[in-house]
């Protein structure tokens, strides 16, 4: 397309699940000029992953000041800018700097929110702001206020009215990535496996590089987890009478032999949820898809994850409450008691139209509700109309 550029910025390396998740791949096909921007300075930790694309069109940029060369070289009037730069204080200076250049841009986020209507008690509040130096709990809130209550509105950026989401707030509905896998898969016979199969979610805990980021920490033995994993799944295998197989996480390290000789697939999770007999799951995000199928699912974790990061096990507790379920503390627990059920269809319903989906796009790919949407703006652009996105 002449004169329409579409420039997607990113926090670290970009990988083709990115690609696939923010449905650059479709756009690319359609027709648009495309330039894929890898921010490396925002998150170092993020930037070595297996599977980074190697497009001509991808620049890895390593600075600020590079960047902000690089935006203002770009013609604005024929440019839109695709972020999944969250709306943090960290991140607040190349959001600004998107504002201040009067760019149109647009938040994308196709992640689910695995926390639906739970929030900290006084008493878990202040059970994690003692659980650890005090002054590392405070800081990350005071900057928070700062960001909300006082940058933003200096900057008079309304942030909410640049995002396209799964689930408010948000100036467009999407799906969920989740969901989309799951609007590709449902009429596709194919499976991985012919025998049947309970299916284990790895979230690549604990050496997952976001560990750091998300929850302070860093170096973590991996072994007292994967010896109450796997003396867990042999417990289940003995009571089902069915093998566990491993969806491993697209960053996980682990191998078959972690897992005691397990099947272990990588970048074949839907697929594998799809047609799996139960599903065994701390909190991953493609845990919703269970939800979709309504696969009897269930939710647990060893105690040495409460021991090491007891915040990750708050909201897996609360993740599973989202559903009407219960997290078991699996070191202990006896053959006998271990009970591996459907989703109540309240919670699975609520979940799906709220978070997932919405009535009027539940048939639509997210190409064919942003193309349209991507095609009005550059429309506008060119008849130099004013854009509400930067208000």
């Known amino acids: 397309m002449k004169n329409q550029k579409l420039i ?19 756009l690319i096909s359609y027709g648009f000029d495309i330039e894929l921007w890898s921010l490396r300075f925002l998150r170092v930790l993020w930037n070595e992953l297996p599977g980074e694309i190697d497009y001509d069109n991808y620049y890895r940029l390593e600075s600020f000041r590079e960047f902000k060369e690089k935006i ?15 709306d943090t204080f960290a991140n607040r200076h190349v959001n600004f700097l998107l504002h201040k250049e009067r760019y149109v841009f647009v938040y994308i986020n196709p ?18 702001a003692f659980s650890s130096n005090i002054l590392r709990k405070l800081f990350p809130e005071i900057k ?10 200096l900057h008079h950026l309304n942030f909410d009215k640049h995002i396209i989401a799964c689930r408010e707030p948000r100036i467009l ?16 016979p194919e499976k991985e496996f012919h025998e049947k199969y309970m299916l284990f979610i790895d979230i690549g805990y604990p050496t997952h590089p976001d560990m750091p980021y998300f929850y302070g920490i860093r170096d973590l033995d991996e072994k007292p987890y994967l010896y109450a994993m796997n003396k867990f ?27 005691g000789g397990r099947h272990t697939l990588r970048y074949k999770t839907h697929a594998l949820i799809k047609d799996a007999e139960a599903i065994l799951t701390h909190f991953s995000s493609s845990t919703t898809l269970a939800v979709l199928y309504n696969k009897p699912t269930l939710f647990f974790y060893p105690r040495y994850m409460m021991e090491k990061t ?11 409450e989202s559903f ?6 699996i070191d202990d627990v006896k053959e006998e008691s271990i009970e591996i059920t459907p989703f109540a269809e309240e919670y699975r319903r609520a979940y799906i139209y709220s978070i997932m989906t919405t009535k009027e796009h539940e048939n639509l790919t997210n190409s064919e509700i942003m193309i349209p949407f991507i095609e009005d703006i550059f429309d506008k652009l060119e008849k130099g109309i004013e854009m509400s996105l930067n208000s």
Not at 72 to 86: A, E
Not at 119 to 126: D, K, L, Q
Not at 240 to 251: D, Q
């Open 8 to 26: 997607f910025i990113h926090e670290g390396a970009i990988t083709n699940t990115i690609v696939r998740m923010y449905i650059l791949d479709k």
């Open 72 to 86: 203002r070289d770009q013609d604005r009037f024929h440019t839109v800018v695709i972020s999944s730069i969250s």
């Open 111 to 128: 992640y689910n929110d695995v926390i639906v209507g739970k929030g900290y008690t006084m008493r878990e509040r202040i059970q994690l």
């Open 144 to 153: 928070k206020i700062l960001h909300n209550r006082i940058l933003k509105p």
């Open 173 to 188: 509905a999407i799906n969920s990535s989740e969901y989309e896998a799951y609007l590709a898969l449902k009429s596709k």
């Open 233 to 259: 799944f042999d417990l289940i295998e003995k009571k089902y009478k069915l093998p566990v197989v491993i969806a491993l996480h697209p960053k996980s390290t682990y191998s078959s032999e972690d897992f």
């Open 310 to 320: 007891s915040k990750a096990v708050t909201k897996l507790i609360w993740y599973a």
């Open 324 to 329: 009407g379920k219960k997290a078991v503390i």
